[in-house]
């Protein structure tokens, strides 16, 4: 079993960063795909981006392409996420998700998640 720990979210202005960490524990997290997913008030959890076991494969949604950049360090047992150019839509509780198999854009394939942190972007 994976228990997942989020941290770093917060307020912060338009056009500013910030950078997401998911502590994972077990020793054997390399073995799993990690991802972030969001969820705006209202709305239904979307994909962020996903990252595999050896950082071979990443893919990203659109909506953040070019300005979050989703990372590994599996020595630390820890998936990172940094945001930059922050935009208003992109105010959400931001969840990290793991799993064993291949990583996936799709939430139910992901069997660990974190208990989620809020990211505020104020315009």
């Known amino acids: 079993q994976v228990q997942l720990v989020e941290s770093g979210g917060g307020l912060v202005q338009a056009g500013g960063s910030l950078r997401l960490s998911c502590a994972a524990s077990?020793?054997?997290?390399?073995?799993?795909?990690g991802a972030w997913f969001r969820q705006a008030p209202g709305k239904a959890r979307e994909f962020v981006a996903a990252?595999?076991?050896?950082?071979?494969?990443?893919v990203y949604a659109d909506s953040v392409k070019g300005r979050f950049t989703i990372s590994r360090d599996n020595a630390k047992n820890t998936v990172y996420l940094q945001m930059n150019s922050l935009k208003s839509e992109d105010t959400a509780v931001y969840y990290c998700?793991?799993?064993?198999?291949?990583?996936?854009?799709?939430?139910?394939?992901?069997?660990?998640w974190g208990q989620g942190t809020q990211v505020t972007v104020s315009s």
């Open positions: 998700a793991a799993d064993e198999k291949t990583m996936s854009t799709y939430a139910p394939r992901y069997l660990y």
């Open positions: 990252i595999s076991t050896s950082r071979g494969q990443i």
């Open positions: 077990g020793r054997t997290f390399n073995r799993y795909a």
